[in-house]
């Protein structure tokens, strides 16, 4: 019989997965053919070792093999999981959905997601960013050693979620969007204000649909779940996922722009064991871009008045923006909130009650007075008695990680490291071995990532 005909043989019973590991390995090595190269022996042994050993394999080879036949280098953490399944390097592990919802579920529709979160104007198709709501599937084109084959597609866990921090944003992205329908002018629609939304993935989600009714959505989430993700992108996904019939809709006659961008992209990374950098910088177009659409109003929105300086990587294109007159203004989302006075009417519907601008009724159109970007409406409205920090806001350029000399509304430069995961690669040929996660060693540290 041929070695992997012969029966197999318990070695060991202890349960210590690195000493089992470390014998295993060393019995794989010292068996192996006299005239196999230690790579090869290394490839034989993945493939017995299976969905156990993969972890403590990967950790006893940067130890057992000689520096010449493998190394440690930093690759793109998205290119990863598209190449090799979602939970690439974690695949015995999954993800869990807080506030998931208890209304029905068409699983169905999640092959339709992309398409259906897509901005309404083909203008505009070219900033959204797919990434995240492909993820959901997505078929890996190789398996990775050690991993499941095949990894269970991310679209059969996935389930919708509706916290109140979303009902929050979904409330105030609609009360923003009925400030724009009543200052219709006679040509219909403003569409000289484009909005961007910096609020967590799922609440920035929420916001968005909450304000579709005025607003063009164009998401930009350019990054996928991950078991140990510093992003907790899977969360945003069932965000969408729960918004994903009123982002189906029909909306007839142009809308004005809104970007919506996940405020945890820039999430603090240690570079540990314990994590997977699936961070992500924002992607915006130019001012001359925006200028040529007409747009003249940028409103920048983040969650609370507490927030008084842009993200950084939005820094160049806030200046850049200013610096092309296009006038640029901050606004917290907690800007908006339900008047507390105002009595329930008996038809009132489920998006009862109301945000306003301010808190209240009568404040609501002051909004025009901190943003003047248009005629005040009638009759005249009441000051807001909460602190509005974000009217005088004007953006100023600074050094961050991300600055760049480039050409405003490109892809901003990332830190070195920022975005990618360390993996153990074969010499010679290239061929990936799998994910280094498991190991906190010095090999595992081979850049710093970015505290965001």
């Known amino acids: ?30 068996e192996a ?14 493939g017995v070792v299976g969905l156990a050993g993969f972890a403590a394999a990967i950790a006893v080879a940067a130890d057992g093999c000689s520096d010449d036949e493998h190394e440690v280098q930093r690759k793109r953490a998205l290119d990863m999981q598209r190449t090799f399944g979602w939970s690439f390097g974690a695949a015995q592990e999954s993800v869990t959905f807080d ?3 208890k209304k029905p579920f068409d699983q169905a529709a999640i092959a339709r997601m992309a398409t259906d979160l897509r901005p309404g104007d083909e ?22 050693q050690g991993d499941p084959a095949p990894i269970t597609p991310l679209g059969n866990v996935l389930r919708p979620i509706f916290t109140a921090a979303m009902e929050r944003a979904y409330r105030s992205g609609k009360a923003l969007a009925s400030l724009l329908l009543a200052a219709r002018t006679a040509s219909g629609l403003r569409r000289d204000i484009a909005v961007i939304v910096d609020l967590d993935g799922p609440e920035s989600v929420a916001f968005a649909a909450g304000a579709a009714e005025a607003f063009d959505p164009v998401f930009t989430f350019d990054n996928w779940p991950h078991p140990r993700g510093v992003v907790k992108a899977h969360q945003t996904l069932a965000a969408a996922a729960y918004y994903q019939p009123l982002f189906a809709r029909p909306h007839p006659g142009p809308r004005a722009t809104m970007f919506v961008l996940d405020r945890q992209r820039l999430s603090p990374y240690s570079d540990d064991a314990t994590q997977f950098d699936n961070r992500h910088v924002a992607r915006l177009p130019s001012a001359d871009a925006l200028w040529d659409r007409g ?40 800007a908006f909130a339900p008047d ?27 909004f025009w007075v901190d943003y003047p970007w248009g005629p005040p409406p009638k009759p005249a409205p009441v000051e807001p008695a909460v602190r509005r920090p974000g009217r005088s806001y004007a953006p100023a350029a600074r050094a961050t990680p991300f600055s760049t000399s480039s050409a405003a509304g490109a892809t901003p430069p990332s830190p070195d490291g920022f975005g990618t995961v360390p993996v153990v690669v074969a010499l010679g040929t290239g061929a990936i071995l799998g994910a280094a996660l498991s190991r906190s060693g010095s090999w595992n540290r081979a850049s710093g990532g970015y505290g965001g």
């Not at 019989?1 to 390995?25: C, H, N, Q, T, Y």
């Not at 105002?342 to 404040?363: C, N």
């Open 1 to 30: 019989m041929s070695r992997l005909d012969e029966p197999f043989e318990r070695a060991e019973v202890l349960d210590k997965p690195g000493i089992v590991g470390a014998r295993w390995w060393h019995k794989g090595l010292t």
């Open 295 to 334: 747009v003249r109003h940028v409103l920048y929105v983040v969650p609370t008045e507490a927030d008084t300086t842009e993200s950084d990587d939005l820094n160049d294109d806030l200046v850049a923006y200013r610096m092309r007159q296009l006038r640029v203004g901050m606004m917290a989302a907690s």
């Open 340 to 366: 507390l006075t105002e009595a329930k009417p008996a038809d009132a519907t489920e998006d009862w009650p109301p945000y306003y601008y301010g808190g209240s009724a009568r404040s609501h159109g002051w």
């Open 123 to 144: 203008a505009l198709r070219a900033y959204y960013v797919p990434a995240l709501f492909e993820s959901p599937s997505a078929v890996p084109t190789l398996v990775a």
């Open 33 to 46: 053919p006299k005239d196999a190269s230690r790579r090869s022996a290394i490839m034989v042994a993945l």
């Open 99 to 101: 506030g998931e919802s």
